[in-house]
């Protein structure tokens, strides 16, 4: 299948400090990211959608200036926590799907984990 | 989406097949049936999708009923490695490609030796 990395795979950060994550799709071009967070012994929600070269969609209840997202290029999204909290401390996971016709699976990137001091 | 209902958590015997009901009652005619599963620590991991019949991959079976209301995920010689969380999603495309997924709590599976 399509791979989806993410770096960095993990991250320690300052109260108040922001933070980057990249997502990048190996093989195949995305038009379309998802963003998800799953905090611990829960399940993955949907934080936003990331749409290339146009503003991300954001989930009900997520802050969109908090959680900056940006999609430049075809194989390229970021996900931005500004000024991080212990409360942001979660593990957030990125994926996309091949945006062909037919083509409905999701790959997933192996996930980073964000504990912020 | 429509939602879906799965056990909480289920056991399997190494090699033995592992059965994984899903209840969703409320699917509609556009909506399809996904499987994902999540090893821990990892990003979910995609298994099988169909709309009404039943599909079959390297994986996998998806056995969905008739009337669509509930399907089965079939991994027919269970290995250690299978232990994850196994979710259940109903989705429809929604705009362009995006097939937006909501997940749910899973199914634990433990394969034991």
């Known amino acids: 299948g399509a791979v989806v990395s993410q770096h960095p795979s993990w991250v320690i950060c300052k109260s108040g400090t922001s933070v980057k994550i990249e997502c990048r799709s190996l093989?195949?071009?995305?038009?379309?990211m998802f963003w998800y967070r799953q905090f611990p012994k829960q399940s993955l929600m949907l934080m936003a959608t990331?749409?290339?070269?146009?503003?991300?969609?954001?989930e009900q209840g997520v802050e969109k200036d908090k959680f900056l997202i940006n999609h430049a290029s075809l194989t390229l999204s970021t996900l931005t926590v500004t000024s991080a909290h212990p409360e942001d401390s979660s593990f957030y996971i990125c994926?996309?799907?091949?945006?062909?016709?037919?083509?409905?699976?999701?790959?997933f990137g192996p996930g980073t984990r964000l504990t912020v001091l | 989406d429509a939602k879906t209902t799965q056990p909480t958590s289920m056991d399997c015997a190494e090699g033995r097949a592992a059965n994984l009901p899903c209840n969703h009652s409320?699917?509609?005619?556009?909506?399809?049936v996904y499987w994902y599963r999540q090893i821990h620590s990892q990003g979910p991991q995609y298994i099988i999708h169909?709309?009404?019949n039943n599909e079959t991959n390297e994986m996998a079976s998806l056995i969905i009923t008739e009337d669509r209301k509930s399907s089965t995920l079939i991994l027919p010689h269970a290995t250690l490695r299978d232990t994850a969380v196994y979710y259940c999603?109903?989705?429809?495309?929604?705009?362009?490609?995006?097939?937006?997924?909501?997940f749910g709590k899973g199914t634990l599976l433990t394969v034991n030796p």
């Open positions: 093989d195949f071009q995305a038009t379309t």
């Open positions: 409320t699917i509609s005619g556009n909506e399809y």
């Open positions: 994926s996309a799907n091949l945006g062909l016709a037919g083509a409905r699976e999701q790959f």
């Open positions: 990331s749409n290339e070269g146009s503003k991300a969609t954001y």
């Open positions: 999603i109903v989705s429809s495309e929604s705009g362009g490609s995006n097939y937006k997924l909501t």
């Open positions: 169909g709309l009404k």
